[in-house]
Structures are given as C-alpha cells and as structure tokens.
C-alpha cells in the first residue's frame, strides 16, 4: 500500500486547492520554518488519524480551515492510496455551519459510515500506536518520560 | 497478560540493540526494573556510545539521548510494521554524521515501505529518492515549489510544482 | 509589588517585541490575563510572522515557536544586562535563514559583553570572531582541536590546542 | 568582565588538565554529539553557578569526576577572570574521599569561605535567574510552560 497523492483544500495553512504527488521510496520534504511541512503530516492523520484528535497541533475541530477574511466554511483532505492493483480514495471533510461543525467521511467519492472507514484504515495496517507517524517532539518526549511512562508506553502497544 | 507483555519487551529490545548499533556503533539496551512483574515495573534506557560506559541516557549529550531513542521508536515500528511511515525532523538534535547515519537507513528501510520525513539537514536530504520543497507566499498560503523524481532509472528529473 | 512586577513585565514586553521584530520583521507581544491582580493572572506569548495572523505561539510552528521564545529569553537578558552570555544550541529548531538573522544579532551583542554560544549550525558559526572546536579522542575524553582567533586585524589564526 | 580562561582537571568528559582560553567578542563552540561542548557550559555554571546543582546535569556531586578506572577522587575547574585591570582565579573542586564529598573553593590560589565567593560572584552581575546562561532545552521547557508558569519564572526575576 502506498499514498499516491494528497489533496487539501483550505486545510491549514494550504488555501485553496493544492494536490502532493508522493512516490514509493524515500521522499524528503524540505523548506523554511513555518512554510507548511508540518502541516503535511497532519493532513495525512487528520484522514488516517481518525481515533486522536490530540495528535493534530488543533484546540477546535474549526482550526483546521484554512484562516482567512471571510472565514470559509469547509475544509477537506483527500488521499489517492493504492494497494496492488486496487485504488481508493479516501478523504475526510470539516464542515463549519456556524453552529456547529460536522466531520464527514467519503470513500471514492461516496459518503461512509465511520465504522466503515476504521475497518478500511485497520486494513492498510498503518500502526499509529507503534509510532508509524512520528511527529515532531515525540523525541523529546521520550526522552523526558519516567521509567513508569515508557513501560506504559509499551503496554499500549502489547 | 504478563507474558504478552514481556515478549513485546523482549523483541522491541532485540530490534533496539540491533538499531542502535547499526546507527552508532555503540551498545545499548532496554532496562526492566522488575521481570516477575512487569506490569508494575519502570523501564530505562541505557546506552554506551563508542568508547565510553554504559550509563542512562539522562547522563548523555543531547544528541547521544536522540540518537538512542529514535532508535527505540524504529525498534518500535519493527515490532509492528508499517506500510507508510512518517518522521518529522526527528534527526534535529544530531550532528553531521549522525544525520547521515539515519539518512543511510531510512534509505534503505525505503525498500520495503514508503517513507516521508521532514528534514532541515543537507546530510539526510541527499539519500532521498524524492524531495518536495515547500514555501508560503508571504500570505501565510503555502505552496509547492519543486520537486525531484528520481525516474527508474535513477535520472533526477526537476520540475515546477505538479509532476506531468 | 504589583507596581514592581508589573513594571518588569512592560520593560521585557517592550524589549521582546523589539527583539522579535528585529529577528523575523513580523509582531509579537506578551499578554497578561489580568493587569489587576497581576500576582494571580497568566502570561502568553503571541506572535505574527510576517504576512500572518497574531496567534498564541502554541499554533504556531516548531520553528516559529522557538524563534518567539529565543525572542523573549533575549528580552529577559536585556533587563539584567550581564557581561557574559552562555547560550547552548538555541539555533536548533531554526532553519537557514533564521539561524543567520540569529548569527547576526549575537555578533552585535558581542561587541557590548562576551557571548559564548553552542552551535551545530554553519549559518551561525561563520558570524563569529572565535571557534573553539572540540572532539572526544574515541576513549570519552574531550581534547579541544582547533581555535581560529580573529586577531585585532581581522585576520583569522588557525592553531592547534593553545594558542600561544 | 571577561572569562578569560577556563581550566579543567577531570572535570566530566574532561580527563587530565585541559586548559580553553577564551577572547572577547562571539565565541562559538562546534564538535559532534557527545564530544564536550555542554560540558564546557556545565564547567562554567560549575564554578560560578554556586547555587544551583540542577544546572549542571548531574544526580550527585560525583558525578562531576571524569569517569575512569580506578576512578578518580577529585576534580576542579579554575575560571580566570578579568575586569578592567584586576585579575582573579576563581577555583571549585569536589573531593570523594569514599565517606564524604566535599566542594572547596579557592580565590586566586588561597581557600576562600562560600560567603566571600557568592559576594564576589554577586559582583560580577553575572545573572543567572535571567538567563543569562540558556542551557540546551532550556527553549523546550519555556516552550511549554503553562501561563501560571511563566507568570512565576517573570515573578523570580522582579
Ligand atoms: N487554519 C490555519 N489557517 C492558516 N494557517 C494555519 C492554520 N493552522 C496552522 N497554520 C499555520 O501553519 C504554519 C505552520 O506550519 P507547519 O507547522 O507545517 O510549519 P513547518 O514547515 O513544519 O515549520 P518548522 O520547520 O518550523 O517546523 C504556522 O505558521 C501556522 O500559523
Ligand atoms: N563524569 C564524567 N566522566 C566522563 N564522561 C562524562 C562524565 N559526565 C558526562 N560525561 C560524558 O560527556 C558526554 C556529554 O558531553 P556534552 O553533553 O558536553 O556533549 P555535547 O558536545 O554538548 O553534545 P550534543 O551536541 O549532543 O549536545 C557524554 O557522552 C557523557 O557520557
Ligand atoms: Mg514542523
Ligand atoms: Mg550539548
């Protein structure tokens, strides 16, 4: 299985409609601070990451949209994974209508169920819980654990 | 429960020592307070970089401690692998050579999985089959500058933005 | 009491947000929950890159958020102006263009007290008047291997250990 | 005032004499991981840091004598300092003679009481509580303070 393509719109600091083409192999994404890296990582858990909110860097759902003068509304993050010959989308939206904001999920295009989507993210096998995605501090924070911590760590994991 | 555990313990500290050296050189292993009761026990990480003792990693240098446990965190992707993995900038604290060091192995784990890594260093970039470089427009939007494909046959191929 | 906090926290606001500016172009300012009862109350950090909004430092990035608070410890030095400065790799999460803003500002300090700095960085190391470079002989002992001093003319001496 | 030399006799990664003489001006430190430079911050705060241990990275004073086999008993830094035509050496050692460990420390050569120390240090307005000496993960911690917290790290500085 490997992630093809990631597609934001407004999702962040990427306003409008911005499409990553990713490759197998090893890819580095380089620039300055503040420019967005980071933010790449979060639009890939922010659809993948469906059980931790915690792990996005967002106090509200609604800071995922992108900010700008009049706020916008929606946000989405659509990622193009293939696994051998089979090809999906999947992506997740954040819908603000004033009062309240909805999350909702679509699976080549269709809307989906939630338990639908978690069936299909534990397919791909992608062991968040494992530090799969490794996000940046998670060193320091090991580093700063307690004997106890990291032994709890590790029964998380068991 | 007891056991699942300690064999969890014992295969991540396997993969450790292994890591660890492959990184560095150096020695290293996983501590357990108490065997007979691991639920209730501390764990703690020791390491002997090159030439030195073996000591907990809270005595060592900022970038000895990083190496150690981001070699403790690949030990834990290799308990339970992965398809994708995703690191961001987890070689900040090193020094030149050991920013190679883990640009030669995300390389080479790159064979069996697809790897994305965030990194400000030259000396990990340069083991990179695909580099996306990303930049805001003075607006706060950010955009997507370059991109290097390395094709199959190992030609890097630059273009703007969108790969055709 | 209150009078005497509440004068240091302005005269640190004042120095943080001139510090800022000078490093990135972009506003910053330190926030207190409550002027009254100054004693009790919070202090947060904001800060505006250039071209952004002014949010609270914790939305901001990894790099962003180290420059804002590189910006204040500059500005808690300012208060209690000292003859000397040790500072131990405060370049760390800081890109190229960052790093150098910062090689720059501590060279200028330099000329009013002696700044001794940690550094990993290229694009900080080349703004200084002297390098002290030290290594580990592969037994854990450190031996200093090289000084370049800038002498009274500007010119750079290489010489090994001592200088004489 | 400037820290004109800084002499170490086994003090950490620092075994046998080693003497770095230091000029006015911006003086930066390079070398891999793990090769000493922190140590040379920690033998700074060693002697002029009298009074706080946590500084310096260490859980007992032993801890400061380079490591070898057989260990050693005793370890000291000297700092020459100089303001303005005066010239002093102020020296700490920590002496493990197996029961106790004791820390002396010695003006221009001579024993000298703690009081006459921290006077001296005093006058040099060397202000360590306003960090003026910012050691590695010090950015980290203010990073994540709470705002009670750095209400309190201003409040020790007033
Ligand atoms: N909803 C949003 N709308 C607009 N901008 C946002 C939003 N959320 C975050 N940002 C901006 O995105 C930027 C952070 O991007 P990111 O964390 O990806 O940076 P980075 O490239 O990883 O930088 P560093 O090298 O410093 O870690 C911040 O400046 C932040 O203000
Ligand atoms: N008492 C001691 N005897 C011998 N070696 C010691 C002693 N105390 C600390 N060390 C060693 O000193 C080394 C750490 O040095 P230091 O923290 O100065 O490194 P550094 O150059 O700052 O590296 P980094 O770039 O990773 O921060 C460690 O490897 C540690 O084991
Ligand atoms: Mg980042
Ligand atoms: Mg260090």
Known sequence: ?158 | EKKTFLDLFDGINKNFKEIYYRLTGGEATLEITSRDDPLNSEIYIKAMPKGKYMIKIDALSGGEKSVAVLALILAFQNEKPSPVYYLDEVDMFLDGYNAEQVGKLFRENSKKAQVIMVSLKKAVSKFATNIIGVTTDGHGNTKIVEKYMEEDDGEKRDSQGDNK
């Not at chain 1, 659509?78 to 010959?85: A, F, H, K, P, V």
């Not at chain 1, 997740?92 to 269709?110: F, H, P, T, W």
């Open chain 1, 1 to 158: 299985m490997i992630i093809e393509s990631i597609e934001m719109e407004n999702f962040k600091s990427y306003g409008k409609k911005v499409t990553v083409r990713l490759k197998d192999g090893f890819t580095v994404i380089i620039g300055p601070n503040g420019s967005g890296k980071s933010n790449l990582g979060d639009a890939m858990l922010f659809v993948l990451g469906a059980k931790s909110n915690k792990a996005i860097r967002v106090d509200r759902a609604a800071d995922f949209i992108h900010k700008s003068d009049p706020p916008l509304k929606r946000c989405s993050v659509t990622l193009t994974i293939s696994e051998g010959d089979k090809k999906y989308t999947l992506s997740r939206e954040i819908v603000n209508n004033g009062n309240e904001i909805k999350s909702n999920y679509y699976l080549n295009g269709k809307r989906a169920r939630y338990l639908d989507v978690l069936k299909l993210i534990d397919s791909f096998h992608i062991y968040l819980d494992s530090y799969s995605f490794v996000l940046q501090g998670d060193i320091n924070n090991i580093i700063k654990m307690s004997g106890a911590e990291r032994r709890k760590l590790i029964e998380s994991m068991a």
